[in-house]
């Protein structure tokens, strides 16, 4: 009994673990950092503090294990990042 008590814990750790989103995360770490040497902490600063802070907060959710709105932060920060990226090009003349 104990030792069916104590498989069924770890499996239960083992798919909590498995969902972690690292991928994502891992992604819009690299968004951010591609923002910033884009520039876009100057040239797009609103864009670029709104996916810090959609970071900030899916970290906040992977401490907590809250890894469905983890991933969605993550996701969200990626997508900041690109707008911030986006925004901080050049206006390219006609």
């Given at each position: 009994?104990l030792?069916?008590a104590?498989?069924?814990?770890?499996l239960?750790g083992l798919?909590?673990c498995a969902s972690?989103?690292?991928?994502?995360?891992?992604d819009?770490?690299?968004a951010i950092a591609?923002?910033r040497?884009?520039?876009?902490?100057?040239?797009?600063?609103?864009?670029?503090?709104?996916?810090?802070?959609?970071m900030?907060?899916a970290?906040?959710h992977?401490?907590?294990?809250e890894?469905?709105r983890?991933?969605?932060?993550?996701?969200e920060?990626?997508?900041?990042?690109?707008a911030?990226?986006a925004?901080?090009?050049?206006?390219?003349?006609?």
């Amino acid at each position: 009994m104990l030792r069916k008590a104590v498989l069924t814990s770890l499996l239960a750790g083992l798919v909590a673990c498995a969902s972690a989103p690292v991928q994502e995360m891992s992604d819009a770490r690299q968004a951010i950092a591609a923002a910033r040497a884009a520039g876009a902490t100057a040239r797009a600063p609103d864009d670029f503090q709104a996916a810090q802070a959609a970071m900030t907060r899916a970290e906040s959710h992977l401490q907590l294990h809250e890894y469905s709105r983890a991933r969605v932060e993550a996701v969200e920060a990626k997508r900041d990042a690109a707008a911030a990226i986006a925004h901080s090009q050049p206006a390219s003349g006609s």
